[in-house]
């Protein structure tokens, strides 16, 4: 779609549109992830392991 012959819109069928917002929730994850890494926050295989096994009783 455009406004005085420049781009202004697009106009993207609905899958396309759910495929690039489950996209972008990945993108975003993987961001908070690096962003962790960097600030040395992270757990040890075995911390992580007795973290995920409160979740999953």
Do not use: C
Request: hydrophobic fraction near 40%; proline fraction near 2%; charged fraction near 30%.
């Amino acid at each position: 779609i455009t406004e005085h012959g420049q781009p202004s819109a697009y106009l993207v069928d609905v899958y396309d549109f759910e495929f690039m917002q489950k996209r972008m929730l990945i993108l975003e994850a993987l961001a908070k992830g690096e962003q962790a890494i960097s600030r040395g926050d992270t757990l040890s295989n075995v911390e992580a392991k007795e973290k995920m096994n409160k979740w999953l009783k």
